[in-house]
């Protein structure tokens, strides 16, 4: 739908001015960002046409008028229901670490004004995370929260073990590396990767990492060339975190 169409009467009766409008029309089609505006009882009031972090969704005129309820998982939804909330009643911007389908996002939920000056609405912009966001949110004058329910998508699936050699996967270190740090023949950890590839359909070591980054196993600042084999600390058996993302 046009730009100039989707804005009018989200901030009142009348369309918002042409400069604001092509604004908008850019936050929505330019950013690679999800879009959408919820009042604080998770009704979805607007949602960019293009969506890359919501699903299952066929379109966007699909959820006008639906609830959160109804696009996630209860959990997820009533996490952000209870952010929205309270972005509504203190004024103040929230940035939301999660991760949906197994990707790590970063969702901002602002307080949308109405002309009146009341707070009944928020926008809400998300994307998938990019190495400079821990930056932003460490110099933005917002709270940061780290999602307590996440969609683990095709990491679901995985052991803990094979979580924890896909997030070493991830920073760079080698078979033989991973082997002397877990305490495991390369052979075993050859087998761990093996099982990966399949059942994350990766071909490569390569695409093992960018999954494992995605997902928030391991920060994208964390990474590193491969390195030879080291032993390291005893293994507690348990997966790394992934620093400022979500725990998966």
């Known amino acids: 739908m046009p730009a100039s169409a989707s804005i009018s009467g ?3 009766t009348n369309p918002l001015p042409n400069d604001l ?3 908008w029309h850019c936050l929505n089609t330019d950013s690679g960002a999800d879009v959408a505006i919820c009042s604080a009882d998770g009704r979805i009031h607007f949602i960019s046409s293009v ?10 005129d699909d959820l006008i008028g639906k609830n959160l309820l109804e696009v996630f998982p209860r959990p997820i939804a009533e996490e ?8 509504i009643e203190t004024g103040k911007p929230v940035m ?3 991760a949906w389908k197994g990707i790590r996002t970063r969702t901002v939920i602002r307080p949308l004004r109405s002309p009146a000056g009341t707070i009944d609405r928020v926008l809400i912009v998300g994307r998938g995370t990019v190495p400079s966001d821990e930056t932003r949110a460490a110099q933005a004058d917002f709270e940061v929260v780290q999602a ?3 969609d683990k998508g095709q990491l679901a699936h995985l052991t803990a073990r094979e979580l924890e050699i ?9 078979t033989a590396a991973i082997a002397d740090r877990l305490y495991r023949s390369r052979k075993t950890i050859e087998a761990h990767r093996l099982s990966l590839g399949i059942k994350l359909k990766a071909r490569n070591r390569v695409d093992l990492a960018r ?16 390195e030879r084999s080291r032993r390291g600390p005893r293994s507690s058996g348990r997966s790394p975190g992934p620093g400022a993302g979500p725990k998966l």
């Open 166 to 174: 896909l997030a070493l996967i991830g920073q760079g270190l080698t």
């Open 96 to 98: 939301l670490h999660a």
């Open 211 to 226: 999954i494992a980054v995605q997902s928030g196993l391991v920060a994208p600042s964390e990474t590193t060339t491969p």
């Open 51 to 60: 969506l890359s972090w919501w699903a299952p969704i066929r379109a966007s």
């Open 10 to 12: 989200l901030a009142g």
């Open 148 to 150: 307590q329910h996440v």
């Open 80 to 87: 952000r229901i209870t952010l929205i909330k309270r972005v």
């Open 21 to 23: 409008a092509e604004v």
